[in-house]
């Protein structure tokens, strides 16, 4: 989808409707024309975020977090926090229609290390999380914005980058992937400049037939992907 101008765009793919939606629909806004805003809530239970947030009141225990970046409907972020129960699990969604998808799964599961929360992932990083906090970062096919003047829209800046870098633990993770080759290339130095850049050339070992609903869809269709992990340098 990325490349055609139908995907700025806030689709979940595996099913979900993503055809015909506004702009402001794309950027997670309810009405279109309202001014964009987030709650800042994190459930369930619903809690609002009011910095700084104390994640181990939060979750009620003390651990390291992982955090799944435009997560979607939760089909990834879910099955992580069931993979990793040591670990304090978020997914955070920008857009309403994902997100009540999302919570509807995350309440319905119940997991306890698993939250979720319709927060901008920059203003979460930015105001809600402490330095060295997260132990995993997993983005997955963000909104590539393939319009140039839509460029500006695009989620890993440098400023997003450094947050990622400042809020990640000396010895942990992010996991990326898009299927939008201009992109990658846009980030790749981007994310070099503050981590060191493992690129990888196949499918991810744990999930071969795809860790995401896009991945699934675009592994199916053949589309080439492009994957990195990146670690503290
Ligand atoms: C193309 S979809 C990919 C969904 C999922 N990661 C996958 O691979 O199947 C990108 C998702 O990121 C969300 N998103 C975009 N910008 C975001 C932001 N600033 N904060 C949080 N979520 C965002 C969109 O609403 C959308 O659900």
Redesign the pocket.
């Known amino acids: 989808?990325?490349g055609t101008g139908r995907?700025g765009?806030?689709?979940?793919?595996?099913g979900t409707a993503t055809r015909g939606r506004s702009d402001a629909e794309?950027?997670?806004e309810d009405t279109p024309g309202k001014p964009f805003e987030f709650p800042n809530i994190i459930e369930p239970p619903p809690v609002e975020l009011k910095a700084p947030v104390d994640w181990s009141v939060i979750f009620g225990r003390s651990a390291p977090l992982l955090i799944?970046?435009?997560?979607?409907?939760g089909?990834?972020v879910i099955g992580l926090s069931i993979k990793h129960p040591e670990l304090n699990c978020i997914g955070?969604?920008?857009?309403g229609e994902?997100?009540r998808l999302l919570r509807q799964r995350a309440t319905k599961r119940a997991l306890p290390n698993l939250k979720v929360t319709r927060?901008?992932?920059?203003?979460?990083l930015e105001k809600f999380l402490p330095d060295a906090c997260v132990r995993e970062y997993?983005?997955?096919?963000?909104?590539?914005w393939p319009k140039k003047k839509h460029h500006k829209?695009r989620?890993l800046t440098d400023a997003f980058c450094a947050q990622l870098r400042r809020t990640l633990e000396p010895a942990g993770t992010l996991y990326f992937?898009t299927d939008h080759k201009e992109y990658f290339d846009e980030v790749l130095p981007r994310l070099e400049k503050v981590f060191s850049i493992e690129p990888l050339a196949g499918p991810w070992p744990d999930a071969p037939e795809g860790?995401?609903?896009?991945?699934?869809?675009y592994i199916k269709q053949g589309r080439p992907i492009w994957r990195l992990i990146a670690k503290q340098k």
Request: proline letters at 4%.
């Open positions: 989808m990325s995907r765009d806030g689709a979940t793919g595996g794309t950027r997670g799944e970046i435009g997560c979607g409907g089909r990834t955070c969604e920008r857009a994902y997100y927060t901008d992932a920059a203003v979460l997993h983005i997955y096919f963000p909104d590539p829209r989620l992937a860790r995401t609903n896009f991945e699934v869809k």
